[in-house]
């Protein structure tokens, strides 16, 4: 059986396997997109001025972001809080782009352990946005590493064990964190006073919704994809008047 497995993975690296095994490539290589991943990214703006509604919350980073680039020091640390789905995760993304920084993402359930933290905090390279969402479900023991690694840009590591055990100070660039909550209140109150913009995000208007909607629709993956909710939402129906 393993003979035959070989077999089969060396015609998937010679050039000339079979036409069976060409059609199922695209099912075992991560490498090769769908195409409906690459529709899914092209539908997030890229730049603050093609993010539709959230005026204040745009104007205010607006501020912020072009200090930091004049400056050419990191943003400071950022609590992005609303409802689900108005853009927080999209946000985050646009002002790594704004900054022309790297994109770190990760969400509070997704950290287990503290060396989890540690694994992404020790590969983030100067000014990096690192994004975590649902922040405030972050484990406390967690969320006291990230203390120190937000303000001294350091991170605490205990090595060895018992009597022998000694912590070690591993610094880290300067980078700025970006949390997304749903629950304000659930975050502690330390983590909220450790970001220095906190903006709130508000529903948008049907107007500002049927903007959207317009303005998507001219992408050519969506007319191609009719969808019955699409149509029959209410911000939809603006656009017939």
Known sequence: MAKDFNNFDNSMNVGNASNEYKDFSHIVRADISDGFEDSDSSLRPKKLNDFLGQTTVKNNLSTFIQAARE???????????????????????????????????????????PKDLAGILSTITERTVFFIDEI???????????????????????????????????????????GATTKAGSASSPLRSRFGIIPRFEFYSAEELAKIIKDKLLDPFLLLQPSADLISCPACLLLCH
């Open 71 to 113: 400056r050419q020091e990191p943003l400071d640390h950022v609590l992005l809080i609303g409802p689900p789905g108005l853009g927080k995760t999209t946000l985050a993304q646009i002002t790594a782009n704004e900054l022309g920084v790297d994109f770190k993402v990760t969400s509070a359930p997704a950290l287990d352990k």
């Open 136 to 178: 405030h479900r972050l484990k406390p023991a967690i969320e006291e590493m990230l203390y120190i690694a937000m303000e001294d840009f350091e991170l605490d590591w205990i090595i060895g064990q018992g009597a022998a055990a000694r912590t070690v100070r591993i610094p880290l660039p300067p980078f700025t964190l970006i």
